[in-house]
């Protein structure tokens, strides 16, 4: 049976150790532990913050969905999926993802399309904020997030 | 003919256009899909039609999952309207 995921939408930091410590205490079967951490750039410092601007309820769902497509693709023993909403600085942690499995090829690539497909299809928007003072615009998408998503 | 209310949701540049986060509407009959919708909805203010200017950008979803914009909406509760996700 294919691992039940963890997601969680959250305003409050995450602590990647911490998560990796859960999928993998007390147990002798995961030989692999892949972990993508996504951070705040300061675009050259002119960027103060990203405010993340989320969809309550349809943002973990959807994250959820994609999740549970990966764990029933690749034989993991765990998967985690944590992504920020609200104000985050230059450096702070946006989003982290965590897969667990026996071998690395399947946590390798169950953390790659869970990431590819929660760009793409999570309901999420990033406003700059600029370190200048003027209004920064909304982070546009981009082809390069669809062709990615694409390849699986 | 009775008018169907739907909640319609908006977010990012769409809510900041529209200027608002949450309406409920009742959409005239001959509004049948999403298409329909976003065809419709600028003829409500200049706000609605600076964020609908380009309708093919506009993501949907129907009770918090992505659909087309060929989607009915019949049986919705819930419309979102968004700019593509930026999100990870």
């Not at chain 1, 675009?43 to 994609?66: D, N, V, W």
């Not at chain 2, 964020?51 to 949907?60: G, K, M, S, T």
Request: proline fraction near 5%; aromatic fraction near 8%.
């Amino acid at each position: 049976m294919p691992a039940e995921p963890v997601v969680r939408i959250q305003a409050e930091d995450f602590d990647l150790a911490e998560e990796v410590a859960k999928l993998t205490a007390g147990r002798g079967d995961v030989g692999a532990v892949v972990t993508f951490s996504g951070l705040c750039r300061d675009e050259a410092g002119t960027l103060a913050a990203l405010e993340l601007e989320h969809y309550p309820g349809m943002a973990e769902a959807e994250i959820l969905r994609i999740a549970r497509q990966a764990a029933e693709r690749w034989p993991l023993t765990g998967l985690v999926a944590i992504h920020r909403h609200g104000k985050i600085e230059p450096g702070g942690n946006i989003v982290l993802v965590v897969a667990a499995s026996a071998h690395r090829q399947a946590a390798f690539e169950g953390a790659s399309f869970l990431m590819d497909f929660l760009k793409t299809r999570a309901p999420f928007w990033k406003k700059e904020h600029r370190t200048d003072g003027t209004a920064g615009g909304w982070v546009d998408a981009k082809d390069a997030d669809d062709r990615a998503a694409g390849r699986w | 003919m009775t008018e169907a209310a739907v909640k319609l949701v908006y977010f990012a540049w769409v809510r900041e256009r529209i200027g608002l986060s949450e309406e409920e509407i009742a959409l005239p009959p001959e509004v049948a899909t999403v298409r329909d919708l976003l065809a419709w909805l600028p003829g409500r203010g200049d706000g609605y039609a600076a964020a609908l200017r380009h309708p093919d950008v506009i993501r949907v979803a129907i009770d918090r999952e992505h659909v087309d914009h060929g989607q009915r909406l019949a049986g919705a509760s819930e419309v979102a309207l968004f700019p593509p996700m930026t999100g990870g």
